[in-house]
């Protein structure tokens, strides 16, 4: 259904900031909101951000509140995750997903309402 590319990953130090996109092909995103998702080996997929269609909503993990910032620009069929004061605990893999219209177009937490997922981008933050 729903083509998803993260870009944007890498190595940085503590405290810099990172900005990650994802980039919809095949579809557009039109009516979907968006997810932002992180792995770190050994651990479970944890939520990070949410957005809804067409932006209005937005949700954030506890963890990352007040530091990252879930956007999207439906012109150009992209969402993002802007990252500031990162710390070595953000290290993990990223994902964007697209929540199943199923369950309308509000922001969610809940990974087993995401249907589409991307491809993961590397974050690795060094003290």
């Known amino acids: 259904q729903v083509q998803l590319v993260e870009s944007g990953g890498g190595s940085v130090q503590a405290g810099d900031s990172l900005r990650l996109s994802c980039t919809a092909s095949g579809r557009t995103l039109s009516r979907y909101a968006i997810g932002w998702f992180r792995q770190a080996p050994g651990k479970g997929r944890e939520f990070v951000a949410a957005?809804?269609?067409?932006?209005?909503?937005?949700l954030y993990a506890d963890s990352v509140k007040g530091r990252f910032t879930i956007s999207r620009d439906n012109a150009e069929n992209t969402a993002f995750l802007q990252m500031n004061s990162l710390k070595p605990e953000d290290t993990a893999a990223y994902y964007c997903a697209t929540r199943s219209r199923a369950y309308g177009s509000g922001s969610s937490r809940i990974a087993e309402e995401y249907d589409s997922w991307g491809q993961g981008t590397q974050v690795t933050v060094s003290s």
């Open positions: 957005i809804s269609w067409p932006g209005s909503t937005t």
